[in-house]
């Protein structure tokens, strides 16, 4: 069985489609000029798009998107979300691993994100991805206030392969 997406770097062609995802997603807005500064000007960030294996004339080639930044040894997680035709499909956890298997090599050891504290599927994921809940940041997110649950993830390396820590 073909799967119905794969994982690629953002390009600028993507960037409408992905700010369509941002605004549909309800996500503090970036816009497209912010994701094309990333892509063109900041060597430290991580930018990728769910891209459908097989493009319909009326539906997005773009149904996910992930945008993060690595400092040292930690990768920031600034927006990652999938298009609301294609959510529950491994979309997001695909992102983040690959976002993660991108990271390692730089030397990064940990994962931080904020996420809306009423988005219980997005923390869910998180959890099962191995993220821990670090800190609470109150009125965090704007259109709505909102409080933000910081999530850590710690990552290990051994033998090459990308540990989780549980």
């Given amino acids: ?24 997603s309800g996500l503090n807005r970036w816009g497209y000029d912010s994701y094309r500064r990333e892509m063109l ?3 430290t960030s991580v930018l990728l798009v ?8 009326l539906e997005p080639e773009v149904i996910g998107f992930f945008a993060g ?12 979300a999938a298009h609301p035709r294609f959510r529950r499909m491994g979309i997001g956890r695909s992102l983040m691993q690959t976002a993660i298997e991108i990271a390692r090599p730089c030397g990064v050891r940990s994962v931080v994100l904020e996420v809306r504290a009423s988005n219980m599927s997005a923390q869910s994921l998180y959890v099962k991805l191995g993220f821990r809940f670090i800190a609470r940041r109150r009125d965090y997110y704007r259109f709505p206030t909102e409080d933000a649950m910081v999530m850590k993830l710690e990552i290990e390396e051994r033998e090459g392969e990308l540990m989780i820590d549980d």
């Fill in 1 to 24: 069985m073909d799967k119905m997406f794969s994982i690629d770097r953002m390009r600028e062609r993507d960037l409408k489609q992905v700010v369509e995802i941002e605004e549909a």
């Fill in 41 to 43: 000007k900041n060597p």
């Fill in 50 to 57: 769910a891209r459908r294996s097989r493009n319909h004339a």
């Fill in 69 to 80: 930044w690595t400092v040292e040894d930690e990768m920031h997680v600034n927006n990652i």
